[in-house]
Each structure stands twice: as structure tokens, then as C-alpha cells.
């Protein structure tokens, strides 16, 4: 495996996303394990991404430590829970590509709906959804964390409208998935993908990790934050239009 180049040029590119995902482009996190995928097994390409991401989360929450949400992270954290222990149990009864192709059309529309509202100069007003709806995007979020990897966009579609400043936005999205992925490392380590092989595939490709979190971190400080929002929401449109080609093909 690492000696195979196509499996090097694979993982390579899916942790540089996933770096600058973890950095502030919240949205093409969903991406990497899809990409290494091309080259391995998926749920081996996952096992061997895991504990990158963790470190990835270690520097992402490290550096926003300061600006954080804590509101939303006290709800983001059960609730997610929740879902992960669902898509837990229900990973043998519940297709992965059907999930992806639900969330893949509900990351394009909602993507689609809110570049329309700020289409042009136009600037919306912040949308505060109720907690019980948060709750219940936040259940969905840990599910299909479990299940496809693709947590993001429900969790985006919860937090991206009520227009937190985007370094906040930012260090609660981090704290938020730090704490997710941790709680799924249960579920890798009774499916046996830690092998010593992938952790040494893992081991290898940490400088690569480090590096591209702290590219994203640099990008995103210097972005407006009107911008970064369109950004965001221009990347739930792609990462719908790969789900939902995931799911068809």
C-alpha cells in the first residue's frame, strides 16, 4: 500500500482537504475519505483518516480555542451522541449510498437556498432555528458521521444561518467535531481497521496533516466574513452534488 502511488497520491490530496477543512473551510472535510477511497477499501480508507483527524482537530481546536460557541457545543454534544449511537446500531440495516443520496439533495438545496438570499450585495439577517430543531440536526449530524462520513451539512445547516462571526463559527465547528470524532473511535476499534498497517499509513501522513490544518487557519483569518459564508455554502453545493453522484453510480 505504501508503495502503491496511486494510494500515495490519494491520501495525500484527501488529508491536504481535510487539513484545510479542519482549518475553517468547513464543508470539504466530507470529502477526504471519498478520495482515498479511489485507492483502498472506504471503511479502511476511513480507519486510516480517523486518527488524522484527530490531530487535525488537536491543532483546529487549539487554535480557536478562544472563540468557541458554547451554547451550541453544550447541545451539538449529546445530541450527536445520539446519532452516532444510532448509525452505530443501524449500520448493518441502513445503506450508506441511500444516506448519501438524501443528504447529498438536502446539503445541494439548502446550499442552493441560501446563495440565493445573499445573492448580489444582499446580506441576510442572522436565522435563530429553535433548539429542538438544532437537537434534532444535530442527531442527524452524528448519524451520518457514523454512517457516511458526512456529517457537515446538517450540522452547517444548524449553525451556518444564525451568522456567528467566522473565527466563531470556526472554533465551535472544531470543538463540536473533536468531540464526534473521539466518540467514534469505539466503532473503528470493534470493526478491528486498526491494524498496525493503517496506523502506520496514518502515522506517516501526519506532517502532511499538520501542515494543511495551519494553511487553512492562515486562508480563513484572512477572509471576510460575508465571504466566508458564501464560501461555505458554495462548498454544501458541491459536497451535495458528490454525495448524490456517490449515490448514483
Same mark, same amino acid.
Given at each position: 500500500?505504501?508503495?502503491?502511488?496511486?494510494?500515495?497520491?490519494?491520501?495525500?490530496?484527501?488529508?491536504?482537504?481535510?487539513?484545510?477543512?479542519?482549518?475553517? #473551510?468547513?464543508?470539504?472535510?466530507?470529502?477526504?475519505?471519498?478520495?482515498?477511497?479511489?485507492?483502498?477499501?472506504?471503511?479502511?480508507?476511513?480507519?486510516?483518516?480517523?486518527?488524522?483527524?484527530?490531530?487535525?482537530?488537536?491543532?483546529?481546536?487549539?487554535?480557536?480555542?478562544?472563540?468557541?460557541?458554547?451554547?451550541?457545543?453544550?447541545?451539538?454534544?449529546?445530541?450527536?451522541?445520539?446519532?452516532?449511537?444510532?448509525?452505530?446500531?443501524?449500520?448493518?440495516?441502513?445503506?450508506?449510498?441511500? +444516506?448519501?443520496?438524501? !443528504?447529498?439533495?438536502?446539503?445541494?438545496?439548502?446550499?442552493?437556498?441560501?446563495?440565493?438570499?445573499?445573492?448580489?450585495?444582499?446580506?441576510?439577517?442572522?436565522?435563530?432555528?429553535?433548539?429542538?430543531?438544532?437537537?434534532? !440536526?444535530?442527531?442527524?449530524?452524528?448519524?451520518?458521521?457514523?454512517?457516511?462520513?458526512?456529517?457537515?451539512?446538517?450540522?452547517?445547516?444548524?449553525?451556518?444561518?444564525k451568522k456567528l462571526p467566522h473565527l466563531e463559527f470556526v472554533g465551535t465547528t472544531a470543538i463540536a467535531f473533536a468531540a464526534m470524532n473521539w466518540m467514534k473511535v469505539p466503532a473503528y476499534?470493534?470493526?478491528?481497521?486498526?491494524?498496525?498497517?493503517?496506523?502506520?499509513?496514518?502515522?506517516?501522513?501526519?506532517?502532511?496533516?499538520?501542515?494543511?490544518?495551519?494553511?487553512?487557519?492562515?486562508?480563513?483569518?484572512?477572509?471576510?466574513?460575508?465571504?466566508?459564508?458564501? +464560501?461555505?455554502?458554495? #462548498?454544501?453545493?458541491?459536497?451535495?452534488?458528490?454525495?448524490?453522484?456517490?449515490?448514483?453510480?
Open positions: 500500500m505504501l508503495s502503491d502511488p496511486a494510494y500515495i497520491a490519494c491520501a495525500v490530496i484527501a488529508v491536504v482537504v481535510i487539513g484545510l477543512a479542519k482549518g475553517g #473551510l468547513s464543508g470539504l472535510g466530507a470529502l477526504g475519505t471519498p478520495i482515498l477511497a479511489l485507492a483502498i477499501a472506504p471503511v479502511e480508507a476511513a480507519a486510516i483518516l480517523l486518527p488524522i483527524i484527530i490531530v487535525q482537530d488537536a491543532v483546529s481546536v487549539w487554535v480557536f480555542r478562544h472563540c468557541w460557541n458554547r451554547r451550541i457545543v453544550a447541545i451539538t454534544i449529546p445530541f450527536a451522541a445520539i446519532g452516532i449511537a444510532l448509525g452505530w446500531l443501524f449500520a448493518a440495516q441502513l445503506p450508506a449510498v441511500a +444516506i448519501k443520496g438524501i !443528504l447529498g439533495a438536502i446539503a445541494l438545496l439548502f446550499g442552493l437556498w441560501r446563495l440565493w438570499l445573499e445573492r448580489g450585495s444582499r446580506t441576510t439577517a442572522p436565522w435563530n432555528m429553535p433548539d429542538w430543531i438544532g437537537a434534532l !440536526l444535530c442527531i442527524a449530524t452524528g448519524f451520518t458521521s457514523q454512517i457516511a462520513h458526512a456529517g457537515g451539512p446538517p450540522f452547517q445547516m444548524w449553525v451556518g444561518p476499534w470493534a470493526l478491528g481497521e486498526f491494524t498496525s498497517d493503517n496506523l502506520m499509513a496514518s502515522a506517516m501522513l501526519m506532517p502532511v496533516a499538520v501542515v494543511s490544518t495551519f494553511a487553512g487557519v492562515w486562508l480563513v483569518r484572512r477572509m471576510h466574513g460575508k465571504a466566508f459564508y458564501l +464560501i461555505v455554502y458554495a #462548498l454544501m453545493v458541491l459536497l451535495g452534488l458528490k454525495l448524490l453522484y456517490d449515490a448514483l453510480t
